[in-house]
C-alpha cells in the first residue's frame, strides 16, 4: 500500500509562488506515474501536470508556462512548483500517483490566491 502525503499549500497573493510536495511511502514510487490535480469549489476535480517514471512532463493549458512539475526519486517526493499565481488558481490540489490499475491520492492540500 502507498501513502501520498501533501504539503505547501497556503494563501497567496496574485503573481506569488507555491511549492507543494508529495512524499510517497514505500519502494515503488521511482516506477510510479505521478500527477498533480485540483478541484476548485463547486468545480469538477481537474488534471494540472503530470510527470512519468521516465520524467516526461505533461500540463493542463491554463496552467503551462507557470507551472512546473519534477520528481526526486531518491527523497519520494513529486513537487509542483506554482508561479504567477491568479485567483482561478484556487482549489484543494491532490497528488495522485499511479502504476498499471492501481492509483492512490493524497489527503489534499489548499491553495487560496486572493489580494
Known amino acids: 500500500q502507498v501513502q501520498l502525503v501533501e504539503s505547501g499549500g497556503g494563501l497567496v497573493q496574485p503573481g506569488g509562488s507555491l511549492r507543494l510536495s508529495c512524499a510517497a511511502s514505500?519502494?515503488?514510487?521511482?516506477?510510479?506515474?505521478m500527477a498533480w490535480y485540483r478541484q476548485p469549489p463547486g468545480k469538477r476535480r481537474e488534471l494540472v501536470a503530470s510527470?512519468?517514471?521516465?520524467?516526461?512532463?505533461g500540463y493542463a493549458d491554463s496552467v503551462k508556462g507557470r507551472f512546473t512539475i519534477s520528481r526526486d526519486n531518491a527523497q519520494n517526493t513529486v513537487y509542483l512548483q506554482m508561479n504567477n499565481l491568479k485567483p482561478e488558481d484556487t482549489a484543494v490540489y491532490y497528488c495522485?500517483?499511479?502504476?498499471?490499475?492501481?492509483?492512490?491520492w493524497g489527503q489534499g492540500t489548499q491553495v487560496t490566491v486572493s489580494p
Open positions: 495522485n500517483g499511479k502504476i498499471g490499475t492501481s492509483a492512490w
Open positions: 514505500g519502494s515503488l514510487f521511482r516506477i510510479m506515474y
Open positions: 510527470v512519468t517514471s521516465g520524467n516526461t512532463t
